[in-house]
C-alpha cells in the first residue's frame, strides 16, 4: 500500500492558502471521479481519541472517523486538506478521496468535514466560524445529518459518501 502510495501521481501540492493556514492544491487538472489521495494514518478507537482531543493534544480536524469508533490520526498530507460547505472533493470506501467535479489547476481541494463524521458523533457539533467562503456556507459545521437534504442526496448520488456513513445513516 505505502509503495502504491508513494509511486502515485501527485496532482497537488500544500501551500498557504492566505485565509486559513496550509491548504491542498491542484497542480495538474484532475477529472471528476479520479481518486486524488488515499487518506492514512494511524489507527485510534475513539475513546482514547477523545480524551486527547480534550487535553488539547488533538484538534478535532487532526482525527479523521472511519467507522462507528474508529478514526486515523492522519498523516502529514492528509491533515492539510480543508474543510468547504461547496466542496469538489469527497470520500468514497473508507478513506478514499476522489473529484466530485472537474478541478482545475489552482484550485483548492476541499472536502465537507460534517460528510465524515457519524450521526452519532457530537464533538463536531460545537465547531463554529466556518470561513469557506463559500455562498452556501452553512457557518458551523455538525455531524453529517447537520448537512441540508438536498447537499446530502447530491453526495449519495455521487458515491461520496464512505461504507461506514452508508451504513450508520440506513440504521437510522
Ligand atoms: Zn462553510
Redesign the pocket.
Known sequence: MKDFLENQEHKYEIRPTGKYGDGVFCTKKILKGETIRVFTGERMAEIPCDIMIAKGLLNNDDVFQIQHEEYLLLDDVSIRFN????PNAGFKGESTLFALRDILQGEEITYDYSATVDPHNFTFTTMTN?????A????S?GNVLSIPKDILEYYKREGALQDYIINELNKL
Open positions: 474543510h468547504s460547505c461547496e466556518c470561513m469557506c467562503g463559500s452556501k456556507c452553512r457557518k459545521l
